[in-house]
C-alpha cells in the first residue's frame, strides 16, 4: 500500500476510541474502533454521495491477527492439542508467524449468518499504513474482546464420544472444531470416552484444574453424562446428599458445552437453533451463556439420575430397551423398534402425581417459544425457582393424603389414574430431526418447569394420527387422549389393572347413579380442569410394567420422584433465534464486495 495514497489520520483516543484511515480492498476507509464495535465507511471528497456504513459488534468478533489472511494447512503434527492425535488430513488454521507480526496489514475474524441459521467465520483484512499502527490495531481490539459482558473460555476440556450417533465425532472435531478453538487462542485437555459413563466417572473423580468448562463431542448421552457427574461432585463437594428428594443443590461453577455428533443432538438445536457443529463451536468460543433446568429422578429415596432433556416412560422406554437388540443397525434401530411397540399397542395402568406450575407469564398452549432473550428465562435467571425441600415436603403432606382425591386443595397437588400408552416429561421442547417442533414445543429452557404429556389409551389408528402429528410439526397435542400439564415436580407408580379398577370403584362410590365412573381430566383443552367422566370399561392389551427413557438411558425402576431445579446448569450457547432476527443479523453483517471470506471447516459452508 503506498504512502500516496494512504494518509494517516490523528487517532482519537476520547471514550476509548480509535479512528484511522486504512485501505480495504484497495480503497481507502475511515476506519473506528469503540468499545462495543468495530466499523468502516468509505472515504470520499464529494459529500454529497451516499455512504455506507459497515460495523461488526465486538461480541461477535473471535480475534484480529497480523497478516492478510490464516491459510489452512494439513500438517497434523504442528497441533498444540494435547490428547490424542486427530486423524489423518486434520486441517488447522495457522493464524500467524514470526514474520507475520512485522506485517503492515492485519486479519479480523468475525462471526458470519446464513440463511439456514448455521454460523460460520468471515475474515476482513485491513491494510495499515505502516508496522506501528498494524500493532496498535490488533493489540487495540484483542484488549477491548477482553473487556466485553461474556465471558469466553480460555481453556477447556473435551470430551470425544467416539461411538455416540454414526461414530464420526472424531472426525467432526479435528476437522470443524479443533482449528476454530486454536485461532480463539482456547488451550484444550481432549480425553476420548472408553465405555458409557466413562465422561460422567472422570469428571466425578478428576484431579481439580483451573479450566472455564467442559466441551462435549457427541449425542444427549454424552451431554447428559458429563452434567450428572459434574452436579454430583458438585454436591459431594457441598456435602449435599444427592438421595435426598427434598435437598436443595447447588449450581456447577463450570459451563458445559456440546458439539451435536450424535443421533438426534436434541440440546445443541433446541440452545442453538440448529443442528451444527461449526455454530455450537462459535457460541463456546464467544462465551455465551444459559441457563438449563435440570430434574433429578430418584427411586426409593435413591438418586438415579439427573435429566436434562427428556423422560419418558411406556412407548418411549419400551421403544429403547427393545432397540438395545438392535444395534447392529445403527440410528435406524430406533424406527425398528418404534414400529415393534406401535403393533403392540401396549397401554400401562399407572398413577400420575403433579405439582402444577402457577406462574401467570406461561403455559404449555402458549403461542410463543423459548429464543434468545426470552422474558420468561430472564425473569428467572436470578431467582431461586427450584422446588425448594421444605416448601416441596410441606406441599405433599403426608402418604395417606396424597392420594385422597383427585384435586386436593390443601396442597396443591393432583392425581390422573388410568391407562397410559405413554407419560413423557418435557423439559426442552426437543426439536431434532425426527421431531421438527419436539415433544412439547412452548417448553422453556430455564423457566423451572417441565412439561408432563400424558397419552391415554387409544385406538392404532389415533395413536398412529398423533405420531404423525409429531414428526410432521403439526399439533399433536389436540386430541381428547393427550393430556399437557406444565408442573414443578411428578410422580409416577405403576398400578396392576385390579388396583386401578378398585380405584375406580371406590371413586365412583361417590357418584350414586352412576356406573364405571372414573376420574379423568377433560384433555386437549387450555385451562382444562378435573371433573368425573363416565367411563365404559373395555378389554385391552396392559402390561403392567414398562421402562423409562431418561435422556436416552434405560431406567429400570418404574416407581420415580422428578423434581424440577431451575437454571441449575449454565451451556455455552446463545439460544434459538427467530427467523426476523437471523434475516436483521444477516442483513447487519458487513458483506460488501471482495472486502471478506470466508473461512473452509471441513467440507460443509
Known sequence: MAEAEVTKCEEKRCSGSIEERLQINGKIHEVTLTEESLSWKLFQNNPSQRIVNHHLKLSEVITAEFGTKGHVIDKQEESNEKGPEGPEGYQRIQKTNSLKEESTSFTVFAVKRSRRRKWRVQ???????????????????KQTIAKQETQRPKRLIVFINPVGGKGQAKEIYYNKVAQLFELAGIQTEITVTETSGYAKDYVIGWQVEKVDGIVCVGGDGTFAEVVNGLLIRTQK??????????A????????????????TDVIAYNTTGVNDPVTSALQIILGYSLGLDVCSVHNNNELVRYTVSFLGYGFFGDMLKDSENYRWIGPHRYEVAGAKKYLRNQSYCGEVSFLPSTDEDHNPWDKATCRVGCGVCLRRQDSQLSLQGQQVQNSYGSPSTQMQSITDPSTGWKTVRGEFICVNAALVAGMCGKTPHGVSPTAHLGNGCVDLVLVKKCSRINYLRHMLRLASGANHLDFNFVEVHRVKAFKFRPLRPEDLQKKHEHEASYHKGQENVTFDPVQGQKGSSLKPVVRVNRQTSMTSISS??????????????????????????????SAAENEDRIKGCCSFGNTQEDIEVGSET
Open 237 to 246: 463437594s457441598e456435602a449435599i446428599d444427592v438421595n435426598d428428594v427434598h
Open 123 to 141: 475474515k476482513i483484512k485491513f491494510h495499515c499504513p505502516d508496522v506501528q499502527s498494524c500493532k496498535q490495531w490488533v493489540a487495540s481490539i
Open 248 to 263: 436443595t443443590l447447588i449450581p456447577p461453577n463450570l459451563r458445559v458445552g456440546v458439539i451435536p455428533a450424535g443421533s
Open 548 to 577: 423409562w427413557n431418561i435422556d436416552g438411558e434405560i431406567g429400570d425402576a418404574p416407581d420415580v420422584d422428578v423434581r424440577v431445579h431451575c437454571q441449575l446448569v449454565k451451556v455455552f450457547a446463545r439460544g434459538r433465534e
